[in-house]
């Protein structure tokens, strides 16, 4: 049954090589003819609207709605907040002209020198600045506060060395823009994204995630504090999924985003900003395939279950057609996303290496002898077991496999997590197991100076101080200065 | 209860100005500081939210599946086809360079002049070029065929005078780019789709449309023929409210994108193409609405009722919120979306006043008699009635009330375009009558000429040559020429 259509790397072989055999082969996306933008392919898609839908539901639940801001952003809103223009008004798309003419020499169209802007415009790298400009007219007082507003966009900036859906040029996201009355309503509202976010790549996308803050050297560019989720891949490198910012007032007084409080006194806004782009997708491809293919958490496959025919003839294949049919309506109404593939053009060597390779939950084969038998056969795409079972109550055996399958990646990545997490207390030893890759959980005093010289030294960043788990004060492994906690250090994507 | 908070111009007064002013106060939509792009709204993007999701289920159940190609397209794929760059490659933005850098002289930021591309990047303003160029590595044989693909995205067309909805230079919208194997099957789909649009426009929007041809001169650039549905607003200007195009084999030619057909001979693959955008929001606002403000149809509002408390104190309205929780709940159970608005710091004239501007399709006000009595009033936007009604079933009245809603602007919606739709013969009358308004079925002569004088002497355009009605042939109107059947003329946004 090993049909070796499509041949992937293997992961130990070349696991970059593996991740972006995956992405073309599985057909999630390719490059395309603009440099660093990609082309996300329908079966991909069909992964992101299932994210989509599901994060955008968690947001409208924790009160948020959606709306739309420009593409374009004009060059002078950047110069607005000093640490933004550092971090985001270099490498973008600048549109300079509005116009193309024919050229005069025949040779197809050219920039219309004389549709040139006054000023130039930015295609969004983020929206903060946008937005920002346009909050200005729309809080006057304290009534006007909460807004808790989110946009579903693409954002563009220039990336010299780009990777599909880890790095591109052209990206999607949901950025969320919130403005509050007060400092501790927004920090309350960046813990909460973040605990949104948490728990949607741990229970949907079956990513366990440690929870944390950055260091003022990775924060957002204009954050007062940046909360993230880091998730580790199977070849021990860390993948930030999703970043909640505490703009403080740095955005308010950059606009000018004033409100009249209770008191009848004027205040600058607080505000947040959040987000989780396509780069999800590499994360939730790295942290569970394998080297026959995907392997998707059932609550984000686009179809949960396929069915494959097995079959000699045309009056075979319509006995099992017939039989069939009820069994995807069964599994209809239970709320299972199912394909019957009963193509003809297509052996069923090829279409199960194919849906192995698309990483379709569980895959279900009917022969002659399971028609007489009353059985089918399930395949789960996760330990690549498979039995035969009876065909009454198929539709809730698969409904609890499907469940079942969902917990187990989640277990299997939390396992890896748990072993490649370790605890060090010498430099010397730091260096030695981070060539091994994983978590290590070391003592810093604090200060960019040593995280700057362990970052040039190991090619380690620190991940994030965390959160949860043990607190208690140390010693930096460079310096022997204090350390009020140990921190996450990791290689990252 | 009349409280006019917010000042709408009359239609009578001003049309255009009663448009501006309903797409400001009732939250749709504004401009924004960037010329051309507009901000939507969460109330305008809730409703185009529900737009998206409709049309979304409509092309899923038609086959079609959704991918994302990217926003930026080199600047010489619009120079191979002929008629398309004429019609796109002229009025767009354009990418010049992909960096900024400080200003020397301390003054923000500049384009830094060392990071300017090779070739400059058009933003896309129609994805037809972009997505050629992918599909030739997609098609190899006729089993590759068809690709059904939808694409929601933003697009920009550089325009000098914009409008709200009508007319921006960003906007938003879903492309569809399919590939066929054979000519009939291409015209078919591109037929298909258009009978979508007219279906989602008259059973969603509940704005009857016109479904027809445009005119070799109307068509899309790049089209062999372009299929349009035209809906009338309410000051007598006609609408284009989508489009769908056969493209023949234009788009294949001009990318090299052949196939093997099913006797081993290589050919040119067949593509449509179809959208509807942003554009739409405009229809359904100027098709209904009315001098208090929005009217919309129960199937796109973003919630159907709101209930609102009348209430001397704080205890009188505990009273009423624990009755109102069972009518809420009695609500939901039947798929009807409500809103409870019990917030204390506006009166409930305000709120009468400004759900009547939202075009909320009921609204449902108690009372403390009411309380007593066992009832709630009742009032349905769409023609300002009201009844007291018992609470007992009220959910089942709510759920018929909101479909009566939906028939009834539809019919009025119908009966206002069978009144302003007339037949001509003369000329001397049809620019006498085209000064009224309204649809126009005359006869013309089929050529381009006589299309330009028309448009040149009247601000007539052809809307569409019909697909239904009568088709009896006659004389053109203008030049006395044989004309093969009426076609539809109007003034149109």
Redesign the interface.
């Known amino acids: 049954m090993a049909v070796e259509i499509k041949e992937l790397t293997s992961r130990s072989e070349n696991y970059a090589q593996w991740y972006n055999d995956l992405v073309l082969k599985a057909d999630l996306a390719e490059n ?3 440099r660093g ?6 079966y991909g ?2 992964i ?2 299932k994210i989509q839908r599901q994060l955008d539901d968690m947001f409208k639940e924790t009160g948020h ?15 607005k907040e000093a640490n933004h ?1 550092e971090g985001f ?13 024919n050229d005069p020499n025949g040779k ?2 050219i ?1 219309d020198p004389d549709a040139k802007l006054e000023e ?4 969004r790298p983020t929206s903060e600045t ?1 937005i920002w ?2 909050y200005r007219n729309w809080i006057q007082s304290y ?1 006007d506060l909460p807004i808790l ?1 989110n946009q579903w ?2 954002v ?1 900036r ?1 990336e010299m060395r780009t990777r599909l859906f880890l790095r591109t040029s ?1 990206f ?1 996201w949901q950025e969320g823009h919130t403005a509050h009355a007060t400092q501790e309503e927004a920090m309350a509202e960046t813990r909460k994204m973040l605990d949104v976010y948490a728990e949607f790549a741990e229970k949907y996308m079956a990513v366990p995630v440690l929870k944390g803050a950055k260091t003022p050297g990775e924060r957002f560019a204009g954050a007062l504090d940046t909360y993230c989720i880091e998730a580790l891949m199977q070849d021990g490198k860390a993948l930030q999924a999703g970043t909640s910012h505490f703009l403080g007032q740095n955005f308010a007084k950059a606009f000018d985003v004033q409100f009249l409080n209770k008191e009848g006194k004027r205040e600058y806004v607080w505000s947040t900003s959040w987000g989780v782009s396509t780069r999800l997708m590499g994360a939730l491809i790295m942290a569970h395939s394998d080297d026959n293919g995907l392997v998707l958490p059932p609550k984000l496959a686009p179809f949960q279950v396929v069915i494959v025919p097995i079959y000699k003839n045309d009056e075979q294949l319509a006995q099992i057609d017939a039989k069939v049919a009820g069994i995807v309506a069964g599994l209809k109404d239970l709320g299972v996303s199912v394909k019957y593939d009963n193509s003809q ?1 297509k052996k069923p060597g090829w279409k199960f290496a194919e849906y192995e390779l698309k990483g379709v939950p569980v895959r279900l084969a009917m022969g002659m002898r399971d028609l007489e038998n009353n059985t089918i056969e399930a395949a789960r795409r996760d330990t690549l077991t498979k039995e035969t079972v009876s065909v009454e109550n198929i539709a809730v055996y698969v409904k609890n496999l499907l469940e079942d399958i969902q917990r187990n990646i989640y277990r299997k990545a939390f396992d890896f997590r748990a072993e490649q997490t370790i605890t060090v207390d010498s430099y010397d030893e730091f260096k030695e197991k981070i060539e091994v890759g994983g978590f290590i959980l070391a003592h810093w005093d604090g200060t960019s100076e040593t995280e700057e010289r362990i970052k040039e030294e190991t090619k380690a960043t620190i991940r994030c101080i965390p959160f949860e788990g043990e607190k208690t004060p140390g010693k930096c492994m460079v310096t022997g200065k204090p350390s009020a906690q140990r921190v996450v250090f990791a290689r990252a994507y």
């Open positions: 395309s003819a603009v933008c990609m082309v996300i392919k329908p898609y069909a992101w609207e709605v959606n709306a739309y801001f420009p593409l374009f952003i004009p060059k002078s809103f950047f110069s223009v008004a270099k490498e973008c798309a600048v549109v300079t002209h509005y116009r193309l003419k197809g169209v920039v130039e415009l930015i295609v946008i400009n346009t009534r507003i966009a693409n563009v220039w052209e999607l053009n």
